[in-house]
């Protein structure tokens, strides 16, 4: 099918760009094309750089690939491990036929000036910001069938037997995922302050005090939502054909996941602030709401937390946004970056801050 992408690529930024001559080099021997005809970057993402590259065919078409590498300037410890995300979807793809197909990686630094990886791009729908205009008025149903084939797929995903899956139960620590996390967490806040950086004292004295026990060893996405699922079949049938992004996927708590996913999951009826920072269709008519969701994974699961488990779940997920966002604003305040998109993460920081708050104080 033809691909829909509402926040489709363009020109390569810059400070982004990279050796292509190299690039074709290196993709000749692994795809059988030894021309680029076209390079694009995806503005979506704020973690990875996410290009297009086009290979032409002799029959005038393309063959169509994604590469992945990690920014400049100053990264957290163990994150951007492009060698890690290519072998995590490698491994997983014989049990889980939601990833996309790996090329290959490269080590090597001095070929493009980082490390990265080349996947096959996969055809398909990829939700933005609002539902396709290409799709017109979508009813109340279809929306609520998206949200379910969305969490088909995430339970499925937490109910591969990681233990029989070569490359993916060496991901696992063990026990003490939560407190591992939340230790982790707290120390990248530390280590990205900047001098507009709020308090979080309080936010991370309760979030301490009332971290669960794990609930299970899963293999965990840590970033589901829709911008990072490619759909197939169109506004009257969708199906998921493919997660990406799979950055910060490892082996943990599942309701960590969900919590993750929750931070992200604006609804109809949030304040006009948390709208603009939107990056998934949930407002719309027919979309679960953020307890419906958790309503639903519980039953397909199985797993009953307690109504003070999800509220850590859910503020924990604000908070590792908010720290998500504060890391990309230090790049962007030290001037490691000069890309005007993350210019607004300062003010997001902030809010997530003070939602966190108002989620505690509400309880």
């Not at 005038?60 to 994604?66: A, E, G, K, L, R």
């Not at 070929?111 to 609002?130: H, K, N």
Request: a negative charge.
């Amino acid at each position: 099918m033809s691909t829909v992408d509402e926040n489709p690529a363009g020109r390569v930024r810059d400070e982004d760009a990279f050796d292509v001559a190299a690039l074709a080099a290196w993709l000749a021997p692994r795809t059988g094309f030894d021309e680029i005809s076209e390079v694009r970057q995806f503005r979506g993402g704020a973690s990875n750089l996410t290009y297009l590259v086009r290979q032409p065919r002799p029959d005038h078409t393309s063959y169509d690939v994604i590469l992945r590498r990690p920014p400049g300037g100053r990264k957290a410890a163990g994150a951007h491990d492009m060698g890690r995300e290519h072998d995590l979807q490698a491994a997983l793809a014989p049990v889980f036929d939601h990833v996309p197909v790996m090329i290959g990686h490269e080590g090597d630094e001095s070929v493009l000036g980082s490390e990265f990886y080349v996947m096959e791009r996969v055809p398909g729908t990829i939700l933005r910001q609002d539902l396709p205009a290409s799709w017109g008025q979508v009813a109340p149903a279809t929306a609520g069938l998206l949200c379910e084939r969305a969490l088909e797929v995430l339970v499925e995903l937490h109910a591969v037997d990681v233990a029989a899956v070569p490359g993916l139960a060496a991901l696992g620590r063990g026990d003490g995922y939560v407190a591992r996390q939340v230790r982790g967490w707290t120390s990248r806040l530390d280590g990205s302050r900047t001098d507009d950086t709020g308090d979080w004292s309080d936010v991370l004295a309760w979030i301490t005090e009332h971290q669960p026990a794990d609930v299970g060893q899963v293999l965990i996405h840590n970033d589901y939502r829709f911008d990072n699922l490619v759909l197939d079949g169109g506004p009257g049938d969708p199906r998921v054909r493919a997660v990406l992004d799979w950055e910060l996927a490892t082996v943990g708590d599942p309701l960590m996941d969900l919590g993750s996913t929750l931070a992200y999951w604006v609804q109809a009826d949030d304040d006009e602030t948390f709208q603009l920072f939107r990056r998934q269709p949930t407002h719309v008519r027919g979309m679960w709401t953020r307890a419906e969701l958790v309503e639903r994974y519980c039953e397909r699961t199985g797993r009953t937390p307690s109504t003070d488990d999800l509220a850590f779940y859910e503020v924990f997920g604000l908070f590792r946004l908010a720290v998500i966002a504060q890391q990309i604003w230090y790049r962007y305040v030290d001037g490691q970056t000069t890309n005007e998109a993350y210019a607004p993460l300062g003010q997001v920081v902030a809010y997530l801050e003070q939602r966190c708050r108002r989620l505690l104080d509400g309880r």
